[in-house]
Every structure is written in C-alpha cells, then in structure tokens.
C-alpha cells in the first residue's frame, strides 16, 4: 500500500496556530513515528504532503526523506504568488523526490483563485514535470473549476474528495455535482479518498455513510482514478491510522485483485511518478 497523504511537522504554537493545543496533533509526528504507523498497516510507501506555507517547509520535508526509503514522494510549498518562483520550483524539482506542489486554497477567499499572479505561478508547475495538489471545500468547486480550466496540461490531483459537508446518512448534492463537473476535466488525473473523517460533526462519520461517499466517489472518477491516503497525523483528531487502512480494505474487499491494487497504490505510483 501507498498512502497517498500525510504530514510531518517538528510541533510548536508559533508554526502550527491551525493544530488544536493538547490534541494528538501537538507533538512531534517525524520519521520514526511515521515509520512505526505504516509498519502496523503494511504501508510500504508514502507521499508527504506541506503543512506550511513556506519555502522552508519544502526543503524541511526532502530532508526527511532523505532519511527514509519509507516516503516516495515530497509535495511541498512554493511562493507561487512571486514572479521569480521559477527558480523555487528549478531547484527544488532538481530533488527525485520532490512530485508536487500545493498551496492551502480552502483557506484563501474566492478571489484568490482568479488572481493573475497566482496562476502565472500555476502555469509554471508543468514546465518542470510536476502536479499541485487541489486543497478545497465543495463550496470553492465554481472558482476551482475555473482554475483548472485556465490550466488544460497542468497534472491536478483532488485531495480529500474536495472536503464534502459530510452527514451521516447522506451524500451531499452539491458535493455529487462538482464531483462530476470535475471529472469531465482530463488534467484532473487523480483523487484521493482521505480527510473525510474530520468533515463530519463530532460523533458522526459512520460507516455506511463513508461507504456512501467512497462508492459515489469511484462511480465519479473510476477506480483508476482514486487513490487510498490516511491525512495522518489530522486523522488521530478521529481515528489511529490502523482503523482508516482497515477501513480501506473494508471498502475495497470484494473488488478484484487489479482495482484494490490500482486504489490501494498504483494509482499514487503513477500521478506522481514514483
């Protein structure tokens, strides 16, 4: 198995404000730790994802994995706002394992999205073989989609199903019609069935609604398209990383060898190169 995302961060108050004072989060979460969750779950591999919106951030996660064989891939940070980001993503792509950039857009106005700086940065991922990682709310599916058709050859990959407003009990229409809106854009190459968990209210988030959500999602994109990722250490707020790969398996059990095997890592091996 590959899990397609997860973060990594030396805790303090000051890097982390978003991280709730003593939650599971407020820790350090590094290599060992990683290392010591993914072997319980025979996780073999896995993508790092930024949790920081620094240029630090991108070189603090490649010197992590540098130590392990454990992370395949880095999807880091870069000032995509400044018109010298050029040299930012030269530098940093020149590092095997860095695959991806993300910028934290769930947390950015509207406006942001459309912003002519922000996608003259966007426009220069591609140039040097790597994807961005779509962070939103269903809410933000109008602007998205306008970003991602400003960018028809930029490699996209949807994390954590566009952050559904999850109820037990039902699928969120809204949520079902940007789903498919975006499925109809081929440079969205994959999805990753992660973070739903913490979507829910407190004391939601059963089952059979998960279920729900993980079929409607694969009936969108195909299975593949979709790809298995824990949000771990976030996910502890919820769940231990154990129960959300069981879960997984749980999901796919009755699929056949090819698409547990396409969801549970291929798919991450192919969108980011690994």
Known sequence: MIDS?????????????????????????????????????????????????????????????????????????????DENVSADLERLAAHPKFKGVRHVLQDEPDEYFLREDFNRGLSKIADHDLTYDLLIFQRQFPVALQLIDRHPTLPIILDHIAKPEARNGRIDPTWRSGMRELAKRDNVIGVKFSGLLTEFPDGEGDFETIAAYFNETLEIFGTGNVMFGTDWPVCLLRTAYSEWTETIHSLTREFSTDERDAIHGLNASICYRL
């Open 5 to 81: 995302h997860h973060h990594l961060w030396h805790y303090s108050k000051e890097d982390y404000p978003w991280i709730p004072e003593g939650s599971p989060l407020a820790q350090d979460q590094l290599v060992n730790e990683l290392e010591s969750v993914t072997s319980e779950s025979g996780v073999t591999g896995t993508v790092v994802v930024q949790a920081r919106q620094v240029i630090e951030e991108s070189d603090f996660l490649l010197s992590l994995a540098d130590q392990t064989d454990r992370i395949k891939a880095v999807v880091g940070w870069v000032p995509l706002i």
